[in-house]
């Protein structure tokens, strides 16, 4: 006798499949939008107010895109002549060859939001007296409302006889000024590697962007020599202009043991004064004055940092304090709003605040301050808190890195409990080469 | 819950980033269940979950190379942790593109 089944077995499987497909797409869905931070999901404040922001990187485009979530019928202006955006956070990546340069150049055009005004030019003046700001170009724009993004200054001037232009020759490197420059940082590392030699590496005494990448310069120089086969005939010398190699002193001393270990010196309180790009030799001097001329077959070189001159020379700017002599912008460090002009918010590397020179940072304050010029706007108090939360995936060698973050007190603060910030390993340096860029571009666009 | 809203934008920047190879998976994967239509079977799961674990097992060995990394690099469980989650996904996607495929090649009862 046959075997009888109401439902034949393959449609049973076709019936199954399609609720399956049908109950996976709706419970991702609800995922998804049950998932997304609450400022997401919040009613948008109607305003008519003109939002000025000065600075098209990460911090100005991040910003632009979560106030155009937010705000109904505000008109926001982004003030910036770069046509192109940097990945500045993969230029240590590029300058130690593991990624080639198109990994970190793209176009700003391609991530404005849309129905933001665009000024291609820059903000050579600030006059928050007036609710101002003069472009290069001697454009007047008043705003009434202000996010200053813009960035740091490289003070190369203060290094005599330095030039730019000449990073990738005779010996010459520095990650910093642009993805040509750490181009060319790997090309005068590369020949350098091949024969070995005497080796600088150099930290100013000011505030930098990225404080982790002179160390991740170092680390990834003495592993590339140990791969040439010529880390025998070299000598590594870190020269610091501080006391230290970085900020937090828990890591500080363990980047310090690690170099012992891997033979890399250090000298403090040795400040670049001067280089002889030509002849290689490289002038420092103490606090007390005293120079020294040291030979070099390679040096990495950091520039000192400041604010822009049209925050420097601004009533933008601390007046006093530690701040000051940079020229960093005046906010309140857990709000960063302007503690002088409360319509004035600042965001990213030009905050005058005791750290937080990184992407990560943007990553976080970005929502807050967005939030703050939103409270603001619609007459509350600012109402969230920043902590200073920095980050620095710390490179230790090609395929090892440690995951530093830690906030303005200089306590470690692991995003996860099962990170362990000073334990180098495959997981932070699958981060920094596979899901940094995707979690930035997830930050340029507002959406995290 | 922001860390995995977090992941869940890292994955969809990397598949963004990787769109032209996802859009033709996506249609292969579709065109070929299609293809299998009734041939489907849960019996098949099985086999496909098989070579769902190989290529689980190949990725383990092969994502650290490929990533500029070795498996000498693994410093502590978090690191093990990553690879193994890792070496999982590249397993779940084979067992999906494996199913309509092993339903196409065995014999139909």
């Known amino acids: 006798m046959p075997r009888t089944n109401p439902i034949p077995p393959d449609e049973a499987v076709s019936v199954s499949r399609r609720d399956w497909l049908v109950g996976t797409a709706g419970a991702g869905a609800a995922l998804t939008v ?29 910003v632009a895109h979560r106030l155009g979530k937010m705000l109904d019928g505000a008109r926001i202006t982004l003030i910036d002549a770069k046509e192109g955006h940097n990945y500045q956070p993969g230029y240590t990546l590029v300058a130690t060859g593991v990624w080639p340069a198109s990994k970190v150049s793209d176009r700003n055009a391609d991530f404005h939001p849309a129905g933001v005004e665009w000024v291609k030019d820059m903000v050579a003046e600030f006059d928050p007296a007036a609710n101002t700001v003069v472009t290069a170009g001697g454009q007047r724009i008043r705003y009434d409302y202000l996010v200053v993004a813009v960035g740091t200054h490289q003070d190369w001037a203060q290094i005599e006889g330095m030039d730019v232009n000449a990073i990738g020759t005779h010996g010459l490197a520095s990650v910093y000024p642009s993805a040509q420059a750490a181009v060319a940082t790997w090309a005068a590392m ?24 002179p160390l991740k310069m170092t680390f990834m120089l003495r592993d590339r020599l140990a791969q040439a086969g010529t880390l025998g005939q070299s000598v590594i010398t870190f020269h610091s202009a501080l006391d230290s190699v970085f900020g937090i002193k828990v890591v500080n001393d363990n980047v310090l043991a690690r170099w012992k270990d891997l033979g890399v010196g250090v000298e403090y309180a040795q400040k670049l004064k001067a280089i002889d790009i030509g002849a290689r030799r490289a002038s420092f001097v103490t606090p007390e004055g005293t120079t020294s001329e040291v030979p070099y077959d390679f040096i990495h070189v950091v520039p000192p940092m400041r604010a822009p001159d049209a925050v420097k020379n601004s009533d933008l700017a601390w007046k006093e304090g530690n701040f000051a002599a940079g020229g960093w912008l005046e906010v309140d460090k857990a709000t960063l709003q302007h503690r002088r002009y409360k319509n004035v918010f600042g965001l990213g590397d030009i905050n005058g605040t005791p750290r937080g020179k990184t992407a990560a940072t943007v990553k976080k304050s970005a929502p807050i301050v967005a939030q703050h010029l939103v409270d603001v706007i619609a007459g509350r108090a600012p109402s969230q808190v920043f902590d200073g939360y920095t980050s620095c995936p710390l490179i230790v060698k090609e395929g090892s890195a440690m995951l530093i973050e830690f906030d303005y007190d200089g306590k470690l603060t692991p995003s996860l409990p099962m990170i362990e910030p000073l334990q180098a390993g495959y997981f932070a340096w699958l981060m920094k080469v596979r899901m940094l860029k995707p979690a930035y571009l997830a930050v340029l666009k507002g959406r995290v | ?59 383990f060995f092969a994502v650290p190379p490929l990533t500029g990394s070795s498996l000498g690099n693994m410093g502590y469980g978090l690191d093990w942790a990553s690879l193994a989650g890792v070496a999982l996904g590249f397993g779940a996607v084979a067992v999906v593109l494996a199913w309509p495929v092993v339903s196409l090649l065995r014999q139909p009862d």
Request: with cysteine.
């Open chain 1, 34 to 62: 049950g998932l997304q931070p609450e400022t997401a999901r919040a009613e948008r404040v109607a305003t008519q107010a003109h939002i000025v922001i000065a600075g098209s990187g990460l911090a100005g485009i991040a």
């Open chain 1, 190 to 213: 590369d020949a350098f590697r091949q024969k070995g030699g005497n080796a600088i590496m150099t930290l100013p005494a000011t505030p930098i962007k990225c404080a982790g990448a």
């Open chain 2, 1 to 59: 819950m922001y860390e995995i809203w977090l992941m869940l934008n890292i994955i969809y920047e990397i598949a963004l980033s990787v769109l032209p190879l996802v859009v033709v998976g996506v249609v292969l994967w579709l065109a070929l269940m299609w293809t299998a239509g009734k041939r489907l079977s849960a019996r098949h799961i099985p086999l496909s979950l098989g070579l769902g674990v190989l290529a689980a097992v190949a990725a």
